[in-house]
Structure formats: C-alpha cells, structure tokens
T-cell receptor, first 115, second 110 residues
Framework: DGGITQSPKYLFRKEGQNVTLSCEQN?????MYWYRQDPGQGLRLIYY???????QKGDIAEGYSVSREKKESFPLTVTSAQKNPTAFYLC??????????????FGSGTRLTVV | QQPVQSPQAVILREGEDAVINCSSS?????VHWYRQKHGEAPIFLMI?????EQKGHDKISASFNEKKQQSSLYLTASQLSYSGTYFC???????????FGQGTRLTINP
C-alpha cells in the first residue's frame, strides 16, 4: 500500500546535538513538506519542496535544514541552532503544491524531546 | 496570510450538529478540510474548489462561499468518532502550498 513513513516515532535530543528526522513516501508525489506542531497549536510550515534538488523555506525555517536528493525522501535536520525544538513534527506529500483533488497525505509524526 | 477558523473550540453532545467556519482575506481558489486526532496524523476529509460547490459524504459536508471567501464544514448528528481538531487549508491561485488555519477543537460527549 502507498503511504508516507516517518521515523523514528519518538526522538530524544541532547543540548547542542543535531538530529535528523526521516520522511519517505511511495505515492509518487512531487511535493513534500515539513510542519511543526506545538501542543494545542496549528501547523507551522518549516520547509517544502516541489521537485528534486529544490526546496524553499517556510515560516519557521531557522535552526532547521533539509535535502531532497530523491523524489521519495525529504529528511529534516534539527540543528543545535534551534533553541526550542521540543515539538511534534509532521511530514506531508502531495501531487501538487495545493494538493490537487486528493489533498495532502501526512505521516504519523515524530515527537522530538530535548533532554 | 493565515485563514481564520471559528469557533476555536466547541463541545457537543452526541447527536448534535456543528458548523466550523474558515475565512480568508484573499481570494480563494480551493479549501481543504482535515481532521486530526490527538498525537496522530491529520486525515484529509475533502477539497472544495472555486465555484461555490458543496461536497459531502455521510454526515460531514462542506460549502464554499466565493463571495464571502469562506468555507463552512457541517457535521450532522455528530458521533463520538468525530472528536478531534479540524483544520482548513486554503489554496490560492499561483500558490505553491496550502496555508492552514489554527484549528478548531471539537469534543463530542456521550
């Protein structure tokens, strides 16, 4: 079955450490996105990519980095420059930037905690 | 610019109806609706395109008012399974991504 997979489900980061969150999709979607969600809050866009080897900053890109070397993969690195990284991170993909007629498909999320 | 959802939260008894609104200050091309259970991924419910159509399945439907630049989500005879946070995502002509509202938290009690 096609879908989008995020790993790990839970991740703990020490102060000053970089960590990478994985996002893989087998839906043949061109566009992929990373969102951050804080408790009781909405979805804030970190980065998005419309095609391979190209990506754009979202609203809260500082302290994060991404790569898009393959269509299926869009990993997110949370760097030590991100001072408050504890949050729920969601990856999504779609056929087009505004989701076409089928909307965005979201992964099940990674909960990152700073220890 | 982020669309505005109202209300921010609503509590209902099972069987009651609910309406959630999503308003934009810019001309809308499309509106998506998603539901998210706590700690889970948002699930796509439906999309409405410019043209004022109304869509729905089962007891959940939505409308798109082009004049008001607003979409409304209707939940009829609510069930316990309808609980969660509902997000609208708005699409604009020429845009590369959706813009999501802040969410409406719906609680259904027995």
């Amino acid at each position: 079955d096609g879908g989008i997979t995020q790993s790990p489900k839970y991740l703990f980061r020490k102060e000053g450490q970089n960590v990478t969150l994985s996002c893989e999709q087998n839906l043949n979607h061109d566009a992929m996105y990373w969102y951050r969600q804080d408790p009781g809050q909405g979805l804030r866009l970190i980065y998005y990519s419309q095609i391979v080897n190209d990506f754009q900053k979202g609203d809260i890109a500082e302290g994060y980095s991404v790569s898009r070397e393959k269509k299926e993969s869009f990993p997110l690195t949370v760097t030590s420059a991100q001072k408050n990284p504890t949050a729920f991170y969601l990856c999504a993909s779609s056929y087009g930037g505004t989701g076409g007629r089928y909307g965005y498909t979201f992964g099940s999320g990674t909960r990152l905690t700073v220890v | 610019q982020q669309p505005v959802q109202s209300p921010q939260a609503v509590i209902l008894r099972e069987g009651e109806d609910a309406v959630i609104n999503c308003s934009s200050s810019k001309a809308l091309y499309s509106v998506h609706w998603y539901r998210q259970k706590h700690g889970e991924a948002p699930i796509f419910l439906m999309i409405l395109l410019k043209g004022g159509e109304q869509k729905g399945h089962d007891k959940i439907s939505a409308s798109f008012n082009e004049k008001k630049q607003q979409s409304s989500l209707y939940l009829t005879a609510s069930q316990l399974s309808y609980s969660g946070t509902y997000f609208c995502g708005t699409g604009y002509m020429g845009a590369q991504k959706l813009v999501f509202g802040q969410g409406t938290r719906l609680t259904i009690n027995p």
